[in-house]
């Protein structure tokens, strides 16, 4: 089995586990929690960290919907909370790929793998390829009551993915700033053809 634990974990090889917010040491529970029963009673599984997956049918409650639900909704200023962090966005078809491939392998019992691209971008230039796909000037105003507390932010996201593409061969197809500028196109023209999301999503702005 894999198990996929939620990818705002900031985790590395070399790093210890961090639960600096709720959300996180949940996260982290949940992954040890699979991992005992692999110590304990040899279940063959696998602790797959997918990052920020993002497509086509992704939640109004994330970032990239929520900016394109907006646009396309024919707001031109968006209220946004800290746009310096950077986050590293996998495509859902790179993502479900991984995770097949996990399941099908033989290799990594026990063991953690992370899901992602290898790219981190900043959200405020994600906001800018967003905006040149749909070919609009946006006007981005901070709004501190959307901001994290500063304890519990992650600055930066990006993925270590080399145990996973040696161990199963897995590399992401959508890679890099081409490879995110294809997503991000992708993601914007299904959801530009889904009226009825575009109204549910720009109606319940949460970012």
């Known amino acids: 089995e894999v198990y996929g634990s939620?990818?705002?974990?900031?985790?590395?090889?070399?790093?210890?586990?961090?639960?600096?917010?709720?959300?996180?040491?949940?996260?982290?529970?949940?992954?040890?929690?699979?991992?005992?029963?692999?110590?304990?009673?040899?279940?063959?599984?696998?602790?797959?960290?997918?990052?920020?997956?993002?497509?086509?049918?992704?939640?109004?409650?994330?970032?990239?919907?929520?900016?394109?639900?907006?646009i396309l909704a024919g707001r031109t200023s968006l209220k946004l909370g800290d746009i310096t962090t950077t986050r590293d966005f996998n495509y859902v078809a790179d993502t479900i790929n991984g995770l097949i491939m996990l399941a099908e392998s033989d290799v990594g019992n026990g063991e953690v793998y992370n899901i992602g691209s290898g790219f981190e971008i900043k959200i405020a230039d994600l906001i800018k390829i967003v905006a040149k796909l749909a070919d609009r000037d946006l006007v981005i105003v901070s709004d501190d009551a959307r901001r994290r507390p500063p304890k519990s932010e992650v600055s930066r996201l990006c993925a270590d993915n080399s145990k996973?593409?040696?161990?199963?061969?897995?590399?992401?197809?959508w890679f890099g700033k081409e490879g995110l500028t294809q997503g991000l196109r992708s993601t914007f023209e299904w959801l530009a053809k889904r009226d009825d999301l575009v109204t549910k999503y720009s109606e319940n702005y949460r970012f």
């Open 6 to 70: 939620a990818q705002s974990i900031p985790i590395c090889e070399d790093h210890p586990l961090v639960g600096q917010s709720p959300y996180a040491a949940s996260k982290i529970g949940a992954d040890q929690a699979v991992y005992s029963f692999f110590a304990s009673f040899e279940l063959p599984v696998v602790i797959a960290r997918p990052f920020n997956t993002y497509g086509p049918r992704q939640s109004g409650r994330a970032i990239i919907p929520t900016i394109m639900s907006q």
């Open 164 to 173: 996973i593409a040696q161990d199963i061969g897995w590399k992401p197809s």
